[in-house]
């Protein structure tokens, strides 16, 4: 039904083969849209680079969002490269370890700030970079969990990180909805990937939400890509704003 043939993606996020912004990278490709990948430092380089390879991706760079100088050398390669972006994917997130697994009201300020510069802040840095390529309007996504309008047993923190990523959301989406360009934030209920990893007792998690969910399934980074990529499309330009549960049924279930 819908074609992404032309389109240039940004996917920031990829880690391994297990990586939501991998199944959305590989979704874009399939769809036609030419796509760049960023990876953390030389370390991951080493698994997203094949990754990256094996789909065409015409630039690969490294990215820490945390290193100053490193965002705005990937839009100057993009401006140089392409001159235009039509679909930007943000999945990151950080939080510092000790913060991460302990209660919420101890949190450290330097945790707290980390976390959100790191899971909010770089978003609203990516669009800004974003919005002068996006002339013709586009489309910026960014990964959220259903801890951020619940409390999850061990999500701790990043739930309410990841709540303010969520009002980011729609705040930019009322911003540059006269530009058309729209803004999405994607649910997935539980997933295996390496940033879940360092949730305490992640696994319990994951049983959990498969007994719960009407399917009885957990997400799949493929449904995640495939959700994504239809956001990019153009059938979907008057849509922005929400905040998308890809999680079988699971957040409506009391």
């Known amino acids: ?14 880690a391994n083969d297990q ?11 399939e769809q036609g849209a030419d796509v760049a990948v960023t990876y953390l430092n030389e370390r991951a380089e080493a698994h997203v680079r094949p990754l990256a390879e094996s789909i065409g991706a015409e ?6 969002v945390s290193i100053p100088g490193q965002l705005e050398a990937v839009f100057a390669e993009i401006t140089a490269r392409w001159g235009r972006l039509d679909t930007l994917l943000h999945s990151i997130a950080f939080c510092p370890r000790e913060d991460l697994h302990g209660r919420v009201v101890d949190c450290s300020a330097e945790g707290f700030a980390k976390a959100m510069d790191v899971s909010v802040h770089s978003f609203l840095r990516m669009i800004r970079l974003a919005e002068p390529l996006m002339g013709a309007g586009g489309t910026c996504m960014t990964v959220s969990f259903y801890g951020a309008e619940k409390v999850v047993e061990h999500y701790n923190i990043m739930g309410p990180v990841k709540s303010a990523l969520e009002s980011v959301v729609r705040y930019a989406a009322a911003e540059l909805g006269e530009k058309r360009i729209s803004v999405h934030a994607l649910s997935p209920g539980p997933l295996k990937t390496r940033a879940a990893s360092g949730i305490a007792d992640f696994d319990e998690l994951l049983n959990e939400a498969a007994a719960r969910a009407p399917t009885h399934l ?17 059938e979907a330009a008057n849509v922005t704003g929400g905040v998308h549960q890809i999680d079988g049924g699971y957040s409506i279930i009391g």
């Open 59 to 64: 630039i690969i760079l490294p990215l820490d």
């Open 19 to 29: 990586s939501i912004a991998w199944g959305c990278a590989k979704a874009f490709r």
């Open 218 to 234: 957990l997400a799949s980074i493929e449904d995640v890509g495939a959700f994504a990529a239809f956001l990019a499309s153009r």
């Open 1 to 14: 039904m819908f074609s992404l043939k032309g389109q240039k993606a940004l996917v920031v996020g990829v």
